[in-house]
C-alpha cells in the first residue's frame, strides 16, 4: 500500500484553515479520522487574535498521544499575515507540546496529489487552485517551491485585464454579475446560459495553462479549488483550447487532471510533517 | 577566466554548438578558454534536413579533436529532454522531431547534450557570468525573439521540453510578448532592426529614442510577469538587444517600479550580460553541468 510505503501516519494531527473554516483531521494506522469539520472562525481583525483563536481552538481539540501537528493555513491568510506561518507554529507547539508545522495549502495539495494520485517520480508539477483568487502550488526539479509574491500567474495580463479577472470563481461576478454558485446550480439543471457560460470559461482557463506551460513546462497541471466543480461543463472547451498550442508534442505528453481528492491535502501535509521529523 | 571546467572538469576539452534560426557556430573549449570558433550561415527555408544537418558536422568538424570529450548544443527550439529529439525549431522548418543528440552523438561518438538556447544562455551565466552570484535567477535573451531559461536554486530546470521561460509566448495587447519585446518591435514600428535604430540613436535622433522608450515600457512590463510567476533575484538580460540597454533602461525600470509589490522591485537586479561568446559558453556549460552533478 503506497501510503504504507511513504511512511508511518499515525498520531498526527491535521488541521486545515481555510478563509472561512477550520477542519481537523486525526490519523491513526494510515487512516483519517475527522475530529471536527466546518468550524466557523471569526473574521480576524488582527494576526494576533488569529493566532491566539487558531492556537487555542487546536490545543482544545489535539489527542493526548498526539506526536506531530500539520497546519494547512489557505495561501491567502500568509499573503494578509507574512510572519503567520512561524508565529502560529510557535504558538501551537507552546499551547500543545507537540511538534508542529504550517505549510500553504497549495503546497500540501500539490505532495499530496503527487504521492497518493500516482506521480511519485514527476519532477515538474503545478496545482492550479481556482478560487476567488488563482494560486499556484510548484514542484520544481523536484523541490517544493515556496516564494510569495511569485508565482502569482493570476495577476499575469491577459485580454484586456489579467487571468484572474476571467478565470477565477470570482471572474463570473466581475464578467457577468452573476455568482458562480447560481451559475454551477442552474447548470446542474441543463439550464442554456449558465452551461454556455461555463463552457466559456474553459477557453479562458484553456489560455491560462497555456500560459501556464510557456513558463513552467510542467509535466503534471493539477486544477484544484472550488471550480472544479464545474469541470463536467468546461472540460470540452478547456481541451479544445489546449489542442489549439502550438507545441502539439508538449500537448500530447502533458497530463491535465481536472479533479483531486479533497482528502489529499490532509495527506500531503501530514507527509511534510513526516518528512520533516 | 575561474569557473567551472577548471573546478570540475580539469582535462576536458568540450565543443560547445550555438544552432540559430540562421548560422550555427562551434567553439573548442579547453579548461575553460575558448581556443577555435567556427561559423556557417544556414540556408533559410531548406526543406532537405540532410542538408542543414551536414552544415552543422562541418561547423563540429572544423573544431573537434581527438581531445575532445563532449559537445553541447544549444538550439532555438524544444528539445524533449528523454530522447534529445528536437522541435519547433524556428527558421528550420525541416528540423520537426529530429533525433539531433543521437545523430551527433553517432557521428562523433562523445556523449551530447542539447537544450534550449535560452535556457543554455542562462546557464552559461549561472556558471561563467553575473550570474554565479545568485541562487535564483532569469537569464532573459532577446534578439529577434524573446526566451528565457530559469535557474532554481543553483540548477537550471529540468523541464520535459526544455520550454520553460518561454515570456514570449504569453498573450499580450493585440499579439504576445515578443512582438513588443524582441527585435520584431523595431521591425514593426519603424521596419529597422536593433542595430540600425541603435546607430539613429546614437545621433540623438528623437524618433529612434521614442522607439526605446516605448519599447523599454513594454519590456517593464514582461519584466513584471516574470517577477509575478517566477520571483528571481536577478534577472540578467542578454542577445543583440541588449546593445541598446542605455536607451531603455529608465523606461523599463519605471514600469517595473510600478509592479504591484513595491519591495520586489526594489530588491530584484537587473543587469545585463557582459560574457562574449555566451552562448558557445552556455552550450558547453550542459556537458559541464551534468558532470559537475555526477561528481558532486
Known sequence: MIVKALGDFHNILSVYLSTDRMEMFYFINNRTEAIEQGTMLVICSSLEFLIHNCAHHIAKNTPSNTENISIIIDQVWNELYPNLIDLLATEVQQKTGVSTIVNHDALCRLNGERLLGGYPLVQNMVDLNMGYQIRLGLLLNNQYQKSLPGFNIGGVSYLDSIYEDYCSIGSFLRQYGLEYKNILQKASKKEKLSLALLSHYGTHLGELIKTLIFIYDPEVILISGPITKASEYFSASLHKTLRTFRYPHIIQRITIKEKSEEQNIHWGGALLTLQSS | ?296
Open chain 2, 1 to 296: 577566466m575561474g569557473n567551472i571546467f577548471e573546478k570540475h572538469l580539469p582535462d576536458q576539452t568540450i565543443v560547445g554548438v550555438d544552432l540559430g534560426g540562421t548560422n550555427v557556430r562551434a567553439g573548442l573549449i579547453e579548461n575553460g578558454i575558448l581556443i577555435n570558433k567556427s561559423h556557417y550561415k544556414l540556408p533559410q527555408n531548406e526543406n532537405d534536413k540532410n542538408i542543414v544537418l551536414n552544415i552543422i558536422y562541418k561547423a563540429i568538424e572544423d573544431v573537434f579533436t581527438s581531445k575532445v570529450t563532449a559537445i553541447g548544443i544549444g538550439v532555438p527550439g524544444l528539445v524533449d529532454r528523454k530522447t534529445g529529439a528536437i522541435f519547433g525549431i524556428q527558421n528550420i522548418k525541416s528540423f520537426d522531431y529530429i533525433p539531433l543528440k543521437d545523430l551527433i552523438e553517432n557521428r562523433f561518438l562523445v556523449p551530447v547534450s542539447i537544450d534550449n538556447d535560452a535556457n543554455c544562455f542562462a546557464l552559461g551565466e549561472k556558471i561563467f557570468g553575473l550570474g554565479q552570484k545568485f541562487e535564483n535567477l532569469v537569464g532573459l535573451a532577446i534578439g529577434t525573439g524573446m526566451g528565457a531559461g530559469i535557474i532554481n536554486r543553483g540548477q537550471l530546470i529540468s523541464d520535459s521540453n526544455c520550454g520553460s521561460g518561454e515570456f514570449g509566448e504569453i498573450p499580450y495587447l493585440d499579439g504576445v510578448l515578443e512582438d513588443y519585446c524582441s527585435g520584431k518591435f523595431f521591425k514593426n514600428k519603424i521596419a529597422l532592426s536593433g542595430e540600425e535604430l541603435l546607430e539613429k540613436a546614437k545621433l540623438g535622433d528623437k524618433e529612434a529614442l521614442d522607439i526605446f522608450n516605448q519599447y523599454g515600457y513594454h519590456l517593464g512590463k514582461a519584466i513584471k510577469i516574470i517577477l509575478l510567476t517566477i520571483d528571481p533575484e536577478a534577472i540578467i538580460i542578454g542577445g543583440s538587444v541588449s546593445k541598446s540597454v542605455n536607451y531603455f533602461y529608465d523606461a523599463m525600470m519605471a514600469e517595473v517600479h510600478r509592479f504591484v509589490y513595491p519591495k520586489t522591485a526594489q530588491k530584484i537586479t537587473i543587469e545585463v550580460s557582459e560574457l562574449k561568446d555566451g552562448a558557445l559558453f552556455g552550450a558547453a556549460s550542459l556537458v559541464a553541468k551534468t558532470k559537475a552533478l555526477i561528481l558532486n
